[in-house]
């Protein structure tokens, strides 16, 4: 996807050097945005706070399998983006895993309400891979678009700069470029830059994708790309489209999980499944929550709203059980939700391809492989077995 | 208590100890900064880790500590429920039977043998078993020890006519919603957060130590798919055991775990004791 550029964004394209990307993030400090971004952390990449180039994860690369994720130092290799996604995806900037609905005091006879101070820093990310831009472009529609707008993620996702670096790494849990959200991207970002590392130098070939990313970009030092810049890039993102040997069948998908709720794998893949709830943790789509009441001593009320996971018995408890009372049930809602019925609810996957789900789950399940499982026993029927005899 | 503002007919609170360290008793002395305040809401009726100032029953609300291990804790523990409106048991003791629970699972005087000079003296049970075994339960408030922001969480919603807000799924979300990375994908360190209850704020894996399952099994946790993970990362059977067999030794799924390790470690009792077994 994205591979060729539209040929109306030719003249706007433009090329900075790695000091040219330092002075991005200066001139957005000095706008006033707390600029976050990829950094090492100790055994992953992790978000973290970015004041110059030198805070971003240069010569990491990483290795991910299901279920196994290690980085790899290299002192050689200059590339700041040679990585694939992390554990931590950008939702919970936006989405807390824990946030203060309000505070209450009794006061008397009366409660007196209080609303959580609102007011925040904005945030810029500089380094956001397209999976995960896409992934907040589908929290849009559940948290922002929707009938109840959930007005501290709009008041967060309205006030951020997004400049979102083209994947040419991806890992081999990877699978973006058939869930159409990855390796490269045209539109949800300010800034997008694609990281080039050849015989013609580091360098970032940047876009604006807003009004304000065109102003960022004007007020820092570049050059007009040209033809072997644009070259390189399409070249990049064709290698990155190739070395993802996952993929699912973004046209299929969801009418083939809705026609095999009854299927024998899900039973199969409960024999695996711990329940711990690591992969809806990761997914930068998962959006469920809980809310609870709790009060102190002195008469002080608080509602907080947590993440919450449909891998929970809790999750679904209604007046006297949960309705997913089964290991089985719980996975089939999950992926069925997030494959095929997210198409009903919000007119989108729910799934961008990140792999996330795959990598730190800790047996290693692999929804792209659990798709295809299913596929191979598409016509089986549970107590339907010999249909296709008896016919 | 000589503040006017504490009402006279506070609920009473009783804490009681059985088979058990103290230490879980101890997490509401920990409450330091909470604890006057809470003491305006509540009279503490018996605590003796507190005072030696005893009121009588009936309590409002017990606390119970410890698993049931001798022949007089069955009688004492019936006493306890009779004298106590709402019975919450504290600690991987009172839940599950605690570490004392590995005898379940030995010859009886098997692990006395090993630990007293005489055991003769010992007039228990050859079972630990938790309280729930014996009198019917209000609320259990795992780990070991507890923490003491749920044992408050537990007193506060009690005091508010509120359900407890206690999480039943697993220490992997906690560890997630703080933001450590997996020790187990990432390092494939050992670890039971993935089958163990939330609670505890993930604290271990935020040190960079593996969860060893302090607070028990979560809700419908899959012990035996992740004992299978542990091995194939290289863990072995008799660490996997044991790791499973520690304070919750007798929880339903744990238990099976552990069980792996005695029924090997009979075996290769047995093969040691075989005179006729050729050298190897």
């Excluded at chain 1, 795959?358 to 499982?373: K, L, N, Y």
């Excluded at chain 2, 560890?175 to 994908?185: D, I, P, S, W």
């Amino acid at each position: 996807m994205a591979a060729d550029l539209p040929p109306d964004l030719g003249d706007s394209v433009v090329v900075l050097t790695v000091q040219g990307l330092d002075e991005l993030v200066t001139r957005l400090s000095a706008l006033g945005y707390e600029v976050k971004g990829p950094t090492r952390g100790e055994s992953a990449i992790v978000p973290g706070s970015v004041k110059s180039s030198d805070d971003l994860p240069r010569g990491v690369h990483d290795v991910q399998s299901p279920g196994s994720y290690r980085i790899v130092h290299n002192d050689d290799d200059e590339e700041l983006f040679g990585w694939a996604v992390g554990p931590e995806s950008w939702k919970k900037e936006y989405f807390p895993s824990s946030q203060v609905m309000w505070r209450g005091e009794v006061v008397g006879d009366t409660v007196v309400f209080r609303q959580p101070d609102r007011s925040h820093t904005p945030l810029a990310i500089v380094g956001a891979r397209p999976c995960e831009v896409v992934a907040l472009r589908i929290l849009d529609r559940v948290l922002e678009e929707g009938v109840h707008r959930d007005a501290r993620y709009s008041d967060r996702r309205d006030s951020s700069f997004i400049a979102v670096v083209e994947c040419a790494s991806p890992a081999d849990t990877c699978f973006c470029a058939s869930m159409q959200s990855g390796p490269g991207i045209d539109q949800g970002f300010d800034v997008a830059l694609t990281e080039l590392n050849d015989e013609h130098g580091h360098r970032f070939i940047a876009r604006s994708g807003s009004p304000r990313g065109a102003d960022v970009l004007s007020s820092v030092p570049t050059r007009p790309a040209n033809e072997l810049d644009l070259e390189a890039r399409t070249l990049l993102l064709e290698t990155a489209s190739r070395a993802m040997s996952r993929s699912l069948p973004y046209g299929e998908v969801a009418n083939l999980l809705a026609r095999n709720v009854d299927h024998p794998r899900w039973t199969e893949v409960a024999e695996r499944c711990l329940s711990c709830g690591n992969c809806t943790s990761v997914c930068p789509t998962c959006f469920c929550s809980d809310v609870h009441d709790t009060t102190d001593v002195g008469g002080a009320i608080e509602r907080r709203r947590t993440w919450s996971s449909c891998f929970d018995l809790e999750h679904s408890y209604l007046h006297g059980g949960s309705v997913h009372e089964s290991s089985a049930s719980r996975y089939r809602q999950w992926m069925t939700h997030k494959l095929s019925t997210w198409w009903d609810q919000f007119d989108s996957t729910g799934c961008v391809g990140c792999g996330r789900c795959i990598v730190w789950c800790p047996v290693g399940i692999d929804i792209t492989e659990e798709v295809a499982a299913i596929a191979a026993r598409d016509e089986v029927r549970v107590g339907v077995p010999s249909r296709r005899g008896a016919s | 208590m000589s503040d006017s503002n504490v009402p006279i007919n506070r609920p009473t609170l009783a804490v009681w100890k059985f088979a058990s360290c103290d230490g879980c008793q101890l997490s509401l002395l920990d409450c330091e900064d909470e604890l006057l305040t809470l003491a305006k809401a509540i009279r503490i009726a018996h605590f003796t880790e507190m005072t030696r100032a005893s009121t009588l029953g009936p309590y409002d609300i017990s606390l119970v500590e410890g698993s049931i291990t001798t022949a007089e804790d069955v009688e004492r523990i019936k006493v306890v429920r009779a004298n106590s409106r709402y019975l919450v048991t504290i600690g991987a003791c009172a839940a599950t039977g605690g570490v004392q629970a590995l005898r379940n699972f030995a010859a009886p005087g098997e692990f006395a043998a090993i630990v007293y000079a005489h055991p003769e003296y010992l007039d228990s049970l050859n079972t630990s078993t938790p309280i729930s075994s014996h009198v019917r339960v209000d609320y259990e408030l795992q780990g070991c020890p507890i923490d003491r922001g749920q044992l408050l969480e537990v007193l506060l919603a009690f005091l508010a006519g509120r359900r407890p807000v206690i999480a039943s799924y697993s220490v992997c979300q906690e560890c997630k919603a703080r933001g450590t990375v997996c020790l187990l994908v990432s390092r494939a360190v050992p670890c039971l957060g993935p089958v163990t209850r939330a609670g505890c704020g993930a604290l271990c894996p935020s040190i960079d130590r593996g969860c060893f399952g302090c607070f028990g099994p979560s809700d419908d946790a899959n012990c035996d798919a992740l004992a299978t993970r542990l091995k194939g990362l290289g863990t072995t059977e008799s660490s996997v055991a044991r790791l499973f067999g520690t304070f919750n030794t007798a929880a339903p799924g744990f238990a099976e775990q552990a069980q792996a390790l005695r029924v090997n470690v009979a075996v290769s009792d047995t093969r040691r004791r075989t005179p006729e077994e050729p050298r190897s």
